[in-house]
T-cell receptor
Framework: QQQVKQSPQSLIVQKGGISIINCAYENTAFDYFPWYQQFPGKGPALLIA?????SEKKEGRFTISFNKSAKQFSLHIMDSQPGDSATYFCAASKEHSSNTGKLIFGQGTTLQVKP | NAGVMQNPRHLVRRRGQEARLRCSPMKGHSHVYWYRQLPEEGLKFMVY????????ESGMPKERFSAEFPKEGPSILRIQQVVRGDSAAYFC?????????????FGAGTRLSVL
């Protein structure tokens, strides 16, 4: 059972364009939604995260949009740069203290930003 | 402040041998998570440990895999009698407190190759 579905699998964007990656989740108990960035040969690095009490969160060129009713959230990378070329993973988790905090990851999106 | 340290970075084993993967969490972090990443796939949760306790091992295969996080020293993920299907990248993540379990910082991973 794939609890977090991510699309597209791969994405090519021109420098300066907007990269958009989408995720959908099934479990309404999830209440913490991070995005991770992974470069080849490296571990995932926390990029930005959102909780369902807000519909949007922005940090620099990175924005998460969250639609609780549709159980969907997306990552927008504005003014995409070649250095943004990496694999991006969405994830979901239950934040309540009684939960273990394990992250359920999407399948990943490989982003290539062309100069 | 050093991040999450994993070693070795690369490990080659022949079928039937044992693999030991080590993880030292970030300073001040007492929660350790292990995830497995198969080629072209997202990360899958394996096990969650606190010092001297396994809290959630729902993602661990029932046979050949074990994990520990002793009072002193790193967390160890042990795979006995490795098979080709165990070839993957194994990532360790740590978090700082029960209230911040979801905020996990990842190591660079150990890439296991089984010949």
């Amino acid at each position: 059972q794939q609890q977090v579905k991510q699309s597209p699998q791969s994405l090519i964007v021109q420098k300066g364009g907007i990269s958009i990656i989408n995720c959908a989740y099934e479990n309404t108990a999830f209440d913490y939604f991070p995005w991770y960035q992974q470069f080849p040969g490296k571990g995932p690095a926390l990029l930005i995260a959102i909780r369902p009490d807000v519909s949007e969160k922005k940090e620099g060129r990175f924005t998460i949009s969250f639609n609780k009713s549709a159980k969907q959230f997306s990552l927008h990378i504005m003014d995409s740069q070649p250095g943004d070329s990496a694999t991006y993973f969405c994830a979901a988790s239950k934040e309540h203290s009684s939960n273990t905090g394990k992250l359920i990851f999407g399948q990943g999106t490989t982003l290539q930003v062309k100069p | 402040n050093a991040g999450v340290m994993q070693n070795p970075r690369h490990l080659v084993r022949r079928r039937g041998q044992e693999a030991r993967l080590r993880c030292s969490p970030m300073k001040g972090h007492s929660h350790v998570y292990w995830y497995r990443q198969l080629p072209e796939e997202g990360l899958k949760f394996m096990v969650y440990l606190q010092k001297e306790n396994i809290i959630d091992e729902s993602g661990m295969p029932k046979e050949r895999f074990s994990a520990e996080f002793p009072k002193e020293g790193p967390s160890i993920l042990r795979i006995q009698q490795v098979v080709r299907g165990d070839s993957a990248a194994y990532f360790c993540a740590s978090s700082s407190s029960p209230l911040a379990k979801n905020i996990q910082y990842f190591g660079a991973g150990t890439r296991l190759s089984v010949l």
